[in-house]
């Protein structure tokens, strides 16, 4: 995505330094743990995607910069919960926050990163923007509790675990690059096709996220290879193999991901992961993330032409081409 990086050198330059300000507190604790998770590597898409799409839609303030803060701070805020939810002691390659700090200022710093953006939308005043982030972040809450009591069901239905990965991460990229559009007053099908946009490129991302859990090593990816697994969490590579293996290999896998302890063996992830390469669950999972990238892309025959749609489409594809 040299491309994106590139046009948007200084703009993100401005992000970063907008983080660092906005974490300011009275309460130390509350700057030490969001700068920890937020210089922790994160690959900053939802920002890119959010300044892109303002570009490209003509926009000439500065209001993007705040605004792009603010989409990674929700998200920040997630993965602070996430990480609690999971009890996950890796994030990115790093220690998560909730291993160095607890449970507790996970939490609640999370819930002071929600506060805190809520704070600088007002502050902008757009009630079009305030309204798409609001909305957004209440159907995250929804899908995380959709992904909870998907837990360890192994009667879960492709499409279904969509309803689950469209609410709980892709709702937040299709407002990034909504609320790009919309502070460049584009019209209503434009602004529509960003969000179908960004939500194709949501899905995608997380069907990457999938395979890459049960491919990618661990020190590049930053979590435990078959970590999902562990969670008793269904992801599409998973969804995928159950329909196409055996009742006896579908029972083994039920034995292994409604173990108790989480503490799973290393036979028991070579055993899932060789079952989902031989009914090609990876191969799948890409397939269909290149599917909905290639939607996305189309999505952008709304805008003309420009160095923005060109990093834009460059964007899309290092969604199915990274390695982490």
């Known amino acids: 995505m040299q491309k ?9 330059a401005r992000v970063e330094a907008q983080f660092r300000q906005d974490l300011t507190s009275d309460v130390a604790l509350i700057r030490k743990v969001g700068e920890y998770v937020l210089a922790s590597g994160g690959k900053r898409v939802r920002p890119m995607l959010l ?3 303002a570009r490209m839609a003509g926009y000439q303030g500065d209001y993007q910069i705040g605004l792009a803060s603010v989409v990674e701070f929700i998200h920040t805020a997630t993965l602070l919960h996430d990480d609690v939810v999971d009890s996950a002691v890796l994030r990115r ?7 160095v700090w607890g449970n507790e200022a996970s939490v609640l710093v999370g819930d002071f990163l929600f506060a805190k953006s809520f704070s600088i939308m007002v502050r902008g005043g757009n009630i079009k923007v305030l309204q798409i982030l609001s909305d957004a972040t209440t159907m995250m809450a929804e899908g995380e509790v959709l992904q909870l009591i ?6 879960l239905t492709e499409e279904r675990y969509i309803t689950v990965v469209r609410n709980k991460t892709a709702v937040l990229i299709a ?8 502070l460049g007053g584009i019209s209503p099908e434009q602004e529509e096709a960003l969000h ?3 939500m194709h490129l949501g899905i995608a991302f997380q069907f990457m996220d ?4 049960y491919v990618a090593d661990e020190a590049e990816f930053g979590k435990a290879r078959g970590q999902d697994l562990a969670e008793g969490k269904m992801t599409l590579p998973l969804i995928h193999t159950l329909r196409h ?3 006896e290999e579908r029972q083994r896998v039920a034995d292994i991901i409604e173990q108790e302890d989480g503490e799973l063996g290393d036979d028991e992830i070579v055993f899932v992961v060789n079952l989902i390469e031989r009914c090609e669950g990876i191969d799948y999972t890409r397939q269909r993330a290149q599917e909905l990238v290639e939607k996305a892309k189309i999505c952008l025959a709304a805008f003309p032409d420009s160095v923005e749609k060109t990093a834009l489409f460059e964007l899309a594809d290092y969604v199915v081409s990274r390695r982490k």
């Open 150 to 155: 998907s837990t360890c069901d192994l009667e």
């Open 93 to 99: 390659g790093n220690a998560s926050a909730n291993a």
């Open 175 to 182: 407002a990034a690059c909504q609320c790009g559009g919309v």
């Open 196 to 198: 179908e946009c960004g």
């Open 51 to 53: 300044l892109l799409c």
């Open 245 to 247: 293996c055996n009742a």
């Open 210 to 213: 999938d395979a890459l859990d």
């Open 4 to 12: 994106a990086l590139q046009l948007l050198n200084d703009d993100m």
